[in-house]
């Protein structure tokens, strides 16, 4: 194999092997509001507890949208709902959690749940300045960067992203999930930077 195919497939495969890492960041900083999505799953709402528990928080908020199925059946309406009501399930301090629905978003879910919290932080009793993002795997490029640009300039935000259990983070390659969640995330990282999702 000469070099230049070798330089080829280096150049390929690196940035293949290290894209998941770089949709799936974690960067806190130092924040007593903890947003959890709330379409997150149960291990992962687990993991927002202990999240809640490590840190210096002093609220936990739920974010999310209508559900896609079930709504008129299901006793929770929106991800927000239900996320908080499975927290409150695991144990979770009643006093320390709110949830934040947002409500008629049929596309754009994440913007539409990030510009919910906008609107109804100014609302509540919270003097907030900065939060920490509790998500999961590859979103969280994408809800960092979203979150970041609706709570700007007034709200700094860090990212947090659980680690996904239905494939192997380090090898997503070699799973159908793996693959599907790095490609459909990869898209919706590069429309949230270049999209109309503002409007």
Known sequence: MGSDA???ITSIVIPLTHIHSFLAVSSPIPADVLVVEGWLPDYAL???IAEFKSGSYRYLITTGV??????YLAE???FAE?????LLALGFDREHLAAVPAHNALKDRTAAAAVALKEWLPTSDLQVSAINLYTLGAHARRSWFIFKEALAPDIKVGIIAADPLDY????WWQSSAGVKTVMFETIGYVYARFGDWRD
């Not at 209508?66 to 709504?71: D, N, Q, R, W």
């Not at 239900?82 to 499975?86: D, F, I, Y």
């Not at 192997?168 to 090898?171: E, K, Q, S």
């Open 76 to 78: 929770y309406k929106t």
């Open 46 to 48: 687990k993991g927002a």
């Open 168 to 171: 192997d983070a380090r090898t």
């Open 82 to 86: 239900l996320g908080a009501a499975t």
């Open 66 to 71: 209508a559900l896609p199925i079930g709504f």
């Open 6 to 8: 070798i330089a080829i």
